[in-house]
């Protein structure tokens, strides 16, 4: 297990962004895109200049969807721990998030807002992540980070979980949010300097 200051892995994070920006942009684009409602297949297929086969693909793929009532919906247990953290701030539309502690089997909770993260259970509960490097791209990201970013009940669970990847960092929830906000921010700054 690593450890390093919150702004170095905040700058390995938007460098790797940066680096990937066209990439990741039909990801950023469609959060951003669930903040006004549902998203349609011919919406995204208009703002993406994608065909309507391309965003029906890209729909079904997702874990993420807006209900009728115009609540953020996240497939149980999909994405990383820092993607629920992360889709709250670029839809603008809070979560509920229940996750299974892997090192103890206990549900964590917590409500993702796009400001941060409300009613933590338990309120030691700490995020595991791999910092991106040069050669994460939006193909890799899944396999090579997302894979080892969970929710653990508190720091001691998740260190001495034997599946614990060597290279991870454990964040607090608090600090977790203040990377996924840097994270958001960067996003949404390439989202509108590519419509221009």
């Not at 942009?25 to 297929?45: D, K, N, S």
Request: proline fraction near 8%; charged fraction near 20%.
């Amino acid at each position: 297990m690593r450890e390093l200051p919150l702004h170095d892995i905040i700058a390995a994070h938007t460098v790797a962004l940066a680096a990937h920006a066209d990439e990741f942009l039909p990801m950023i684009r469609y959060l951003l895109l669930l903040g006004e409602g549902p998203v349609t297949p011919e919406r995204l297929a208009s703002v993406l200049r994608w065909t309507r086969p391309q965003a029906e693909a890209f729909l079904q793929a997702s874990s993420l969807t807006v209900d009728d009532e115009g609540d953020l919906q996240m497939v149980a247990d999909a994405g990383c721990a820092l993607d629920r953290l992360l889709a709250p701030m670029l839809t603008g539309r809070s979560a509920h998030v229940i996750s299974t502690c892997p090192a103890s089997g206990r549900p964590i909770r917590l409500t993702a807002t796009p400001q941060g993260a409300d009613d933590l259970d338990p309120p030691g509960a700490v995020v595991s992540l791999r910092l991106p490097g040069p050669e994460t791209s939006a193909e890799t990201v899944q396999s090579a980070i997302c894979a080892y970013g969970h929710f653990f009940v508190d720091r001691e669970r998740a260190a001495t979980w034997p599946r614990l990847h060597p290279e991870a960092l454990l964040l607090s929830v608090a600090s977790a949010t203040h990377l996924a906000r840097a994270i958001a921010d960067a996003a949404v700054g390439y989202a509108e300097s590519a419509q221009d």
